[in-house]
């Protein structure tokens, strides 16, 4: 079970500070420290208060002991492996989506066409055919959708 930092503040020592993430508004390190003279890893989140230039830690904390932390480590390339089937699935569903963007893009045009047909207007199919054949030609009408 992983460890809660709490009591006597001097049971708790950060022995290094490992930056790993960092934008305008938060830092998040991987800490070095012993609690009660045991050595854990703690996943540290730390926020920066407006008008501040330096990092302070939030509650948003997890202490890993020395063994837990080996485990962790022992299972992150099948986490890894796991992410990229996700990004994977998301990427398929993306290109899904714009097929079908694509396709009612189409059918728009189509019924457009039709109706035109029906009104007559050999200028108006004229427009619209040429819509459609360049909707045909380009590779990708809704690539500013991701």
Not at 45 to 51: I, L, V
Request: aromatic share 10%; with cysteine.
């Amino acid at each position: 079970m992983a460890m809660i930092a709490t009591g006597n503040k001097s049971d708790f020592k950060v022995l290094n500070s490992i930056e790993f993430y960092r934008n305008d508004f938060i830092s998040i390190r991987a800490e070095l420290c012993t609690i009660a003279g045991k050595p854990y890893v703690g996943i540290a989140r730390f926020w920066k208060p407006e008008g501040q230039d330096s990092y302070v830690p939030t509650k948003k904390s997890i202490f890993l002991s020395a063994e837990q932390w080996r485990l962790l480590g022992s299972v992150s390339g099948q986490v890894n492996r796991s992410l990229s089937s996700i990004s994977i699935i998301i990427l398929i569903e993306i290109s899904n989506f714009k097929l079908f963007l694509k396709n009612i893009q189409y059918t728009i045009l189509e019924f457009e066409l039709f109706l035109k047909s029906m009104l007559s207007t050999e200028e108006a199919d004229k427009q619209l055919e040429a819509a459609l054949q360049e909707l045909m030609r380009s590779e990708d009408p809704f690539h500013d959708l991701v």
